[in-house]
């Protein structure tokens, strides 16, 4: 199975900062990564898929990037809306695997 | 729109089999796959398991013993059953879709319905 390292595993950040979450695959996943954003009490919802395409609704503050095993969500001036936790995928290959997690929050 | 409903039953017993529906609307199962993906309380997802759309199915290797998912495709219904549950299978279980059978993320979530294993 491929393992996905995510980090931080939480994080505090200001309005209007820019913050990044990172993640790790053990093998090359060739750009098959999905970024999920979830609030609490709430279903995860798709963020970015294929590493760098910003999902239809998507706010054009997140992005993501990346290559091979490295990838990264970007969000740039941080809102209030944007605290969740925040999730990577892996849809290269079966069995599908998801990062940790990241709580974003604050400060 | 794309609709994606659980609906079950909250407390199940130890040892016991988990029954969920999964009521789609919105898209046809025989064009797109739909998955099971799980969460602990405050923990991180877990997929389970794949139904495609011509049927097939595919199952974590960890779950595969104890899991089986099926469809009626009449009703846009997909169905998980996963029997001897134990306490750690405590969780919040989505069902989810794609639109295509591999190499494309989850686009739809439903709301998710939470199964607590106890006695």
């Known amino acids: 199975d491929i393992q996905m390292t995510q980090s931080p595993a939480s994080l505090s950040a200001s309005l209007g900062e820019t913050v990044t979450i990172e993640c790790r695959a053990s093998?090359?996943?060739?750009?098959?990564l999905a970024w999920y954003q979830q609030k609490p009490g709430k279903s995860p919802q798709l963020l970015i898929y294929n590493a760098n395409s910003l999902h239809t609704g998507v706010p054009s503050r997140f992005s993501g990037s990346g290559s091979g095993t490295q990838y990264s969500l970007k969000i740039n001036s941080l809102q209030s809306e944007d605290v969740a936790s925040y999730f990577c995928?892996?849809?290269?290959?079966?069995?599908?695997?998801f990062g940790a997690g990241t709580k974003l929050e604050l400060k | 729109q794309v609709q994606l409903k659980e609906s079950g039953p909250g407390l199940v017993q130890p040892s016991e089999t988990l029954s969920l529906t999964c009521t789609v609307s919105g898209f046809s199962l025989t064009s797109n796959s739909v998955h099971w993906v799980r969460q602990p309380p405050g923990k991180g997802l877990e997929w389970m398991g794949i139904?495609?759309?011509?049927?097939?199915?595919d199952y974590n290797s960890a779950l595969k013993s104890r899991l089986s998912i099926s469809r009626d495709t009449s009703k846009s219904q997909v169905f998980l059953k996963m029997n001897s549950l134990q306490t750690e299978d405590t969780a919040i279980y989505y069902c989810?879709?794609?639109?295509?059978?591999?190499?494309?993320?989850?686009?739809?979530w439903g709301q998710g319905v939470m199964v607590t294993v106890s006695s």
């Open positions: 989810t879709r794609s639109v295509y059978n591999s190499g494309t993320p989850f686009d739809y």
């Open positions: 093998e090359d996943i060739y750009n098959g």
């Open positions: 995928q892996q849809y290269y290959d079966y069995p599908y695997t």
């Open positions: 139904i495609r759309s011509g049927g097939s199915t």
